[in-house]
């Protein structure tokens, strides 16, 4: 099993930063994929990020493309989405979620992953 905790949502005005932050817990290595997913009221989840913790190779949605950063410190087993010239559209509950190299990066940039988070929300004003 796989526990993650993030945090760092909040408000902040159209144009400002954020950066979020999760803590992953559980037997090492049990996660091969690290990322983040979003869910707006009343819209369907959408895949934000992900990295493969090993190599550190990264994947955006191309809503977010050159906006967010996601990185991971490996040794305090964190994974990071920084957050950039952020819209009203960002607007969302965003989940720190993991999965094992069993699930296919396909799914995952899908947002179909294994463990999730509790979210945190992210709220950008206009």
């Known amino acids: 099993q796989v526990q993650l905790v993030e945090s760092g949502g909040g408000l902040v005005q159209a144009g400002g930063s954020l950066r979020l932050s999760c803590v992953a817990s559980?037997?090492?290595?049990?996660?091969?994929?690290m990322g983040w997913v979003r869910q707006a009221p009343g819209k369907e989840r959408e895949f934000v990020a992900t990295v493969i913790w090993i190599s550190g190779r990264t994947y955006y949605a191309d809503s977010v493309k050159g906006r967010f950063t996601i990185s991971r410190e490996n040794a305090k087993n964190t994974v990071y989405l920084q957050m950039n010239s952020l819209k009203p559209e960002d607007t969302a509950a965003y989940y720190c979620?993991?999965?094992?190299?069993?699930?296919?990066?396909?799914?995952?940039?899908?947002?179909?992953?294994?463990?999730w988070g509790q979210g945190t929300q992210v709220t950008v004003s206009s």
């Open positions: 979620a993991a999965a094992t190299s069993s699930t296919a990066l396909s799914a995952v940039r899908r947002g179909d992953y294994d463990y």
């Open positions: 559980g037997r090492a290595f049990s996660w091969y994929h």
